[in-house]
């Protein structure tokens, strides 16, 4: 607030990694919806009964329903790679504005979108209103059998609480990408939970990743010379 109130102008580098965060949570929903894992652990015959389980077992995005927890760069990019999946999207948002792509709740009038989502990606920032937001009451209210993401930070998530909705199957799979703490033990219950599947925090990852924040740093000192509206402008 003090930044605000004198005038200091703050970016951030939200946009750089917002292609590689959407495509790595892609990666995720894909594989969960074609349940890739299975299939690549198979070598079942064309036409026998495991055969025909998995193809049964695929289930198309269109028409599904994905609640997005947290709106910023990555959620709009991330409506934008999805629409033409024919998903059913909607998003989270502290204060909705009423200009945003897709149905907008809060966290106080969540609850009917929340039951009705077959996917639920949390891309929430780490901060005291954030802290466990995804606990055991919002994962009790989550559709039976729905899949939960992960692609913002792990102190937003109740972890013992996500591993007991696995274990007893009311959450379908969960699809990690950070966890508190990084990496987490070996024995941690999250590694031995049903259809719990961790990436090691790599979904901003990318090939020259050094040189696009450069080059976002040049544009956005471009754009402060010539008085033009910068990047990524948080104040």
């Known amino acids: 607030r003090e930044m605000k109130d004198r005038g200091v102008v703050v970016t951030n580098s939200s946009s750089v990694y917002a292609n590689a965060c959407v495509e ?20 079942c015959a064309n036409g026998s009964e495991e055969w025909f389980s998995l193809r ?7 028409g599904q329903q994905l609640l997005i927890l947290g709106y910023g760069t990555i959620a709009e990019r991330m409506i934008e790679c999805l629409k033409p999946f024919g998903l059913k999207m909607s ?3 502290r204060n909705p504005r009423g200009d945003e792509p ?6 106080d009038s969540m609850e009917e979108t929340l039951a009705g989502a077959d996917h639920v990606v949390n891309i929430l920032p780490d901060n005291d209103d954030s802290h466990h937001f995804v606990n055991e009451a919002l994962l ?3 559709k039976k059998g729905a899949a939960f993401y992960n692609i913002g930070r792990g102190r937003t998530v109740d972890q013992a609480a996500l591993s007991a909705a696995l274990n007893s199957g009311h959450v379908g799979a969960a699809w990690l990408d950070v966890t508190d ?22 979904a901003g990852g990318h090939r ?8 976002h740093f040049l544009e956005n000192l471009e754009r402060y010379q010539r008085n033009k509206p910068l990047l990524n402008q948080i104040i």
């Open 91 to 93: 998003a989270m948002r």
């Open 56 to 62: 049964e077992s695929a289930v198309p995005l269109a």
């Open 102 to 107: 897709v149905a907008m709740v809060t966290s």
């Open 24 to 43: 790595h949570f892609m990666a995720f929903l894909f594989a969960q919806s074609r349940q890739l894992l299975p299939n690549l652990a198979s070598s």
């Open 140 to 142: 009790a209210r989550m």
């Open 208 to 215: 020259a990743e050094s040189e696009t924040l450069v080059r």
């Open 181 to 202: 703490p990084e990496p987490l033990p070996e024995d941690h219950d999250l590694r031995l939970a049903a259809n719990c599947y961790i990436s090691p925090h790599t």
